[in-house]
């Protein structure tokens, strides 16, 4: 058996967006751009961390912005993430009675439990928004990089905006299609990973 | 009604204590309740300050250091050698202040925060692996610090690496050896079993942990006379009360940790030694007249004189 | 509103909506009910971020970054290949080595989570190999992995130590006795289940055989050396010595053993960021769920109702098992220490108990808490990395969550578990 993580790897490149027209080419370029964001914001992360240490023990000279600056990596990543894990059915849930239900009754709760989960992460997206401006009026600047808070946490309201519309879409995905979609792009039971979907 | 009251310690650390005393007072002599949240039970201390911002929380303790990143100002209280040690001195001092009490105030209005009282939690002391003398023992000691511009600034003009590293993973750190020193007051050296993993506690006599406490200025506002003149009793006998508390606190403390690891050695630097140090405090003056924002000079003009003020009286 | 709250929380949860959403749900209800609105939801952003931040968080990305190289190249393979030179041969050898593993690099790293995946991450597929059963495999990696926080360095004690003024030190060593009894107890259970199900074994290797594994892991031999002469060396903390992991199996997969591409390490990071991402919005909905238990002081109404001043020391030490286990099955083990410690310390003051013996025991409720089900993290760590689905990760763990729960009783009746390094250490 080969190791898990090597054939799971998403291909962006035969991603099709589950929207029609222009709609579809500007979700695949938006998809195109949270994959990049994951990676590069992995890649810096141990760059930065490893720059701390080599400033630590070389140059005697800690790096005093690098763990502002992964924090502002660690909410890029999980914002831009779980937009991307929305939109390739990534999301972790406890299915074992959902697998269990008769296919009718699993399309209408597919339905219901994308409609909701797109309910909350609008409200989410909207409240995130007052949070980010409520940040940007009162000023307040990270320590080290000297930089307002806020430009580190507006992933935040994107975020949750991006699955919201990911969620949203595959309720509607699932009223106007056959078969039980778990993502616009993802079919239940599609099997890209050689083992179960979660 | 029901009021909460956020800190950044535990329940009897320094500003558990103040806050105790708080509700106390304001429970004997009003109908309202306080609820205590301590350290870490609401989020972070960016978090709770943000709640009492936004009236979630009424009250809410925090050190100048952390406001820093809301009011530059507040950082004045990192410059080295500006606040005196004797304990009756800065009694008086943060009582009668002029920059504390009629300075401050509008600057944390215009947080929507109103400036109830600073007090001290005592004297900072070093803890280290070697012990130390003077500057030159401090050269390539990595050296934990909060991140805060001045502090980074104070322990660089030291001759210290000064170290960034998150509260949690500093006993760790000490006792591995990442970093080989940290400063704070003996209290909180003691309750943090930080004396664990440390061999030499020094008093340079270089600063006095100073904090604040607010509420929410929409909050304030709204309350009848009544209740105000309740809270600022309440704040009055609190402050009272922290200062008697802490009066031998220290040397208490730093008892308790003799006690518990006898091979400590706890040494207090005398004048002469301390004036390597000493020297270095102007180079950190004038980096917070940068960053210290507008009133940066004016505040510290008038906590010198507060300070003379108080040295006289 | 408690009953609400958890009710449709697990409602949610059995219903299959997303993870996140029971969490968030619970939150939603506890903010609107609190303050009569939505008026405040602002804050539960703040907490959803501010749950994600914490630097120490930072290790868990760096090592499931460092595992995932490790495991597309050759590293991890050959780190194997010589464990299973050793114990190949031994009936349920290769469940045990990773149990050891689990537990040494859990206590070296101190975080479950990174453990979950580091040492998981490359085990799992050859205990699956070997002929062992997926949620038992699942099961023993999750559970051992929770032995991090018994064994030195645990942030779980060093938060204890501090809210309650417990020596630090002796809580470390006190936390050795249950460890390694935990261990040992679960390569028991590892070898009944290899009999039972007769997994079978490898042939003997020859000394030849083992002398081949042992170059051809020289190289990869430098991970273990980096971890714990790193971190116990003083050289780094654990999430720097993750991030030095990552440049090494950089160094190793792409320079070495040319078996990695820059293409390949694109798609590494960026698999590595989608897992971090659906763990970490648990991780941040968690943090606001806490938020709503701390500030509607949910703990000390429930704890109020039960006459704990009467019980005596048992009565005592039983009642706080039973809240931080149940405590740490919903929020976060870091979050419960803050809340739970505070309330019960007059209690164990009054009854005369040792401090130290509390901590362990505490220390060790949260671990099993972190892996039990519904919202234990280290199960949705597990989901996440290996892509299994929830009821799977969790329908092993039964057994093994017995063997913690039996440690804990033992412990409250036999305190020298705990203690006796401790006494033997500090001379009491
Ligand atoms: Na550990
Ligand atoms: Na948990």
């Known amino acids: ?198 | 009604d029901t009021w909460r009251y956020a800190f950044e310690e535990a329940m009897d650390e320094v500003q558990g204590k103040f806050a105790q005393k708080f509700k106390e007072e304001i429970e004997a002599n009003s109908d309202h309740e306080i609820q205590l949240f301590p350290f870490g039970t609401l989020g972070e201390s960016a978090d709770t300050m943000e709640q009492a911002q936004s009236g979630i929380l009424q009250f809410v303790d925090q050190s100048p250091g952390f406001t820093g990143a809301l009011i530059p100002e507040a950082q004045v209280f990192f410059v080295p050698y500006l606040l005196p040690q004797d304990e009756e001195q800065l009694a008086s001092f943060f009582k009668n202040s002029k920059a504390i009490n009629e300075l401050f105030p509008p600057l944390y209005a215009e947080q929507g925060l109103e400036l109830l009282t600073m007090f001290p939690e005592g004297e900072v002391m070093m803890t280290t692996a070697e012990a130390v003398t003077g500057p030159d023992d401090l050269d390539e000691v990595k050296f934990r610090v909060m991140t805060n511009p001045l502090l980074v600034e104070s322990y660089r003009a030291f001759g210290a690496t000064p170290t960034p590293l998150p509260w949690g993973e500093v006993y760790g750190a000490l006792q591995t050896g990442i970093i080989q020193g940290q400063e704070n007051p003996a209290f909180f050296i003691e309750s943090t079993k930080m004396y664990e993993v440390t061999d030499h506690i020094t008093r340079t006599g270089h600063n006095n942990f100073t904090t604040a406490v607010m509420a929410n200025k929409d909050f304030y506002d709204g309350l009848s006379e009544e209740d105000q003149t309740v809270i600022a009793d309440a704040i009055d006998a609190a402050f009272d009360y922290i200062i008697d508390y802490q009066k031998g606190l220290t040397e208490e403390s730093l008892e308790k940790i003799k006690e518990a690891k006898p091979s400590i050695t706890i040494t207090t630097l005398s004048d002469e030694e301390r004036q390597p140090f000493m020297d270095t405090a102007d180079s950190v003056e004038q980096e917070f007249l940068e960053i210290g924002g507008d009133q940066a000079q004016e505040i510290l003009d008038q906590l010198k004189a507060d300070l003379e003020a108080a040295a006289d009286s | 509103m408690t009953l609400a709250i958890f009710g449709t929380m697990i409602l949610l949860l059995l219903a299959g909506f997303p993870m996140m959403i029971p969490l968030i749900a619970g939150s939603l209800i506890g903010f609107v009910a609190l303050f009569g609105g939505m008026g405040q939801l602002d804050t539960m952003v703040q907490q959803i971020l501010g749950g994600i931040r914490p630097a120490s968080l930072i290790a868990v990305p760096m090592f499931i970054f460092a595992a995932d190289i490790m495991t597309r190249g050759q590293s991890a393979s050959r780190l194997i290949d010589l464990v299973m030179a050793f114990v190949g041969h031994l009936k349920g050898g290769l469940a045990v080595s990773t149990a050891a593993a689990c537990t040494l690099f859990g206590a070296v790293s101190g975080s479950t989570q990174a453990t979950v995946v580091a040492v998981g991450g490359p085990l799992r597929p050859r205990m699956l190999r070997a002929g062992y059963g997926d949620s038992f495999s699942l099961a023993l990696i999750v559970n051992a992995s929770d032995i991090a926080f018994l064994i030195p360095p645990s942030i779980g004690m060093i938060i204890y130590g501090v809210v309650s003024g417990t020596s630090i030190s002796e809580l470390f060593i006190a936390g050795i006795g249950p460890g390694v009894l935990i261990l040992v107890l679960f390569s028991i259970y590892s070898w009944l289940y290899a009999r039972r199900h007769d997994v079978p074994t490898e042939p003997r290797a020859s000394w030849p055989e083992r002398g081949r594994a042992m170059r051809r892991a020289l190289w990869p031999l430098g991970f273990p050396v980096i971890i714990v002469g790193g971190i116990y060396g003083g050289i780094f903390s654990p999430t720097e010595a993750a991030a030095a992991c990552v440049l090494y199996a950089l160094i190793l997969e792409m320079v070495v053993f040319r078996e990695m591409s820059v293409k390949q390490l694109y798609a590494t990071a960026k698999s590595t960021g989608l897992i971090t991402a659906v763990v970490f919005i648990l991780v941040g909905a968690g943090a606001a769920f806490s938020y709503v238990i701390s500030f509607a002081q949910i703990p000390q109404q429930v704890l109020g109702g039960i006459g704990i001043d009467e019980m005596g020391q048992y009565g005592v030490l039983f009642t706080i098992s039973i809240a931080f286990f149940v405590g740490c099955m919903f929020v976060d083990p870091i979050v419960v220490i803050l809340i739970l410690v505070p309330i019960f310390a007059p209690v164990v003051d009054s009854v005369g108990l040792d401090p130290v013996l509390v901590g362990t025991i505490i220390t060790l409720q949260v671990a099993i808490g972190s892996a039990t089900p519904p919202f234990g993290c280290d199960i949705f760590t597990a989901i996440a990395v290996f892509k299994r689905p929830y009821a799977e990760v969790v329908k092993g763990t039964p057994p093994f969550i017995l063997m913690l729960l039996s440690v804990a009783v033992l412990l409250i009746f036999f305190p020298q578990i705990a203690l006796f390094l401790r006494d033997l250490a500090f001379d009491k």
């Open chain 1, 1 to 198: 058996m080969p190791s898990p993580a090597i054939d799971d790897d998403i291909d962006d490149a035969g991603y099709v967006s589950g929207l029609p027209g222009v709609l579809g080419v500007v979700d695949a370029a938006v998809a195109r751009i949270e994959a990049v964001l994951l990676a590069v914001g992995v890649l810096l992360m141990a760059l930065n961390t490893i720059a701390n240490v080599v400033g630590r023990y070389l140059l005697s000279q800690s790096l005093f912005f690098s763990e502002e600056l992964n924090q502002a990596l660690i909410v890029l990543i999980t914002f831009a993430g779980i937009s991307y894990a929305a939109r390739h059915g990534r999301h972790i849930r406890m299915s074992a009675f959902f697998d269990a239900a008769p296919p009718r009754l699993r399309k209408a709760m597919m339905v219901v439990i994308a409609a909701v989960t797109a309910a909350a992460m609008f409200l989410l997206a909207w409240y995130a928004v007052q949070y980010v401006s409520a940040q940007a009026s009162r000023g307040r600047l990270l320590p080290a990089l000297q930089i307002p808070v806020w430009w580190i946490i507006v992933w935040a309201p994107l975020g949750f905006f991006l699955t919201g519309l990911q969620y949203a879409l595959t309720a509607i995905k699932n009223m106007i299609h056959k078969d039980i979609w778990l993502s616009t792009s993802t079919l239940e039971g599609y099997d890209d990973t050689g083992e179960e979907e979660v």
